[in-house]
């Protein structure tokens, strides 16, 4: 389920690279805002600052989230990055109800709606080009090592490229006279970030929350499993995130009458042709001999110990016994360790019947011998 050291060093490399940019640009854009009295730009400023915070957060969890399993997390330390992708949410949205609170509030009193200068316009198309790339660049080396975390950092690095769009449409309607204009573009720029934070919360919440897979996954998941052969059904299939990867568990239907070693063969191919097919990390296949409605029923039933007392007692001599638990109820086989004649045999067979069926729902008793040897 870890990623290889060249996949984490190349997540780590981008985020660095996410890293100096975004302390550049926040850096100039705060500076270059407060000159050019650009309430918008310097918002932006501000959400690049906000950036290098999420760039914080992915670098922590790029450094623990690959940890092996130990004995406190033994399902791997995989959610690290789903929390990291949740912080990066909420970092957004608190940045965007901040920008659109502060923006809105100067709008209702009228306060700095002065003309801008127009260096603001260029440091916003500055941004705009610098973000833009950023975004495209994450988002390759994100969807290359399917990383959710990496992938949502993309992302914000694209809300920052619409934002600067915004900010530079905002700032050229101001320089054209349009003076409110640079207020409103922050409140836009706002809203469009809370949104994009919302959705990455609402995402990374549910990882973090055991909600199942997409239905359309699940139903590819589902086709891999019937495609395994000595399958006759698949039942109670549950799915969850564990960062980017799946956990899943579910019920199969083989013969009744299977053996336990080939039951367990047809469970480890249907975990190992699931995880080669899909981004699963493990795979939980608990078999069922046939469909099983009744389990109350079925846990009734006498355990080995009771039935292999009863049915020494009634045949007077060691048998090899392989009991089946059904839904239908106990089927016995039993084989004497020596030879009886053929009424002796249905007689034994009677009387065993009898007997198991004082412990339990018993569905069917079969009894075999050895053949009779011939004389020389």
């Known amino acids: 389920m870890a990623r290889s050291n060249e996949e984490q060093r190349q997540a780590k490399r981008s985020t660095w690279i996410s890293v100096w940019i975004n302390l550049f640009l926040a850096g100039a854009q705060v500076v270059i805002g407060v000159y050019a009295r650009s309430q918008a730009l310097v918002a932006d400023g501000l959400h690049s600052l906000s950036d290098l915070v999420a760039d914080g957060v992915v670098l922590f969890a790029a450094r623990h989230s690959h940890a092996e399993a130990d004995a406190e997390h033994p399902y791997g330390h995989a959610r690290f990055e789903t929390a990291a992708s949740l912080a990066i949410g909420l970092i957004l949205l608190a940045t965007g109800v901040g920008m659109v609170w502060s923006a809105g509030v100067k709008l209702h009193d009228g306060q700095s709606l002065d003309a801008v200068h127009p260096l603001a316009l260029v440091a916003a198309l500055i941004t705009l080009v610098a973000k833009e790339g950023l975004f495209r660049?994450?988002?390759r080396v994100g969807e290359r090592l399917k990383s959710s975390m990496l992938i949502?950092?993309?992302?914000?690095?694209?809300a920052d490229a619409a934002s600067s769009l915004v900010?530079?449409?905002?700032i050229g309607a101001n320089l054209l006279g349009y003076h409110s204009m640079d207020a409103v573009a922050a409140v836009i720029v706002g809203f469009m970030i809370v949104k994009a934070g919302w959705g990455f919360s609402v995402e990374a919440f549910h990882g973090l929350t055991d909600h199942a897979l997409d239905p359309e996954e699940i139903a590819?998941?589902?086709?891999?499993?019937?495609?395994?052969?000595?399958?006759?059904?698949?039942?109670?299939l549950r799915t969850r995130r564990m960062g980017d990867w799946a956990v899943i568990?579910?019920?199969?239907e083989v013969d009744a009458h299977l053996s336990v070693s080939e039951g367990h063969y047809i469970a480890e191919q249907?975990?190992?042709q699931v995880k080669a097919a899909h981004r699963v990390a493990e795979c939980t296949v608990h078999v069922d001999p046939g469909p099983v409605r009744h389990l109350a029923r079925l846990l009734a039933l006498p355990p080995r110990a009771p039935v292999q007392a009863r049915a020494q007692a009634v045949l007077g001599q060691p048998a090899a016994l392989r009991l089946h638990y059904l839904d239908s109820g106990l089927e016995v086989e039993a084989e004497l360790a020596a030879h009886v004649a053929p009424a002796e045999l249905?007689?034994?067979q009677r009387e065993l019947q009898a007997a198991l069926g004082e412990l339990g729902h018993v569905a069917r008793v079969s009894l075999s011998c050895p053949p009779a040897r011939a004389h020389a």
């Open 167 to 170: 900010v530079a449409l905002g």
């Open 270 to 272: 249907i975990a190992a």
């Open 137 to 139: 660049y994450m988002r």
């Open 220 to 236: 590819r998941i589902r086709q891999t499993i019937e495609a395994v052969d000595g399958l006759r059904g698949v039942h109670e």
């Open 249 to 252: 568990d579910m019920h199969v």
């Open 346 to 348: 249905q007689r034994l």
């Open 152 to 158: 949502a950092n993309a992302w914000h690095a694209r």
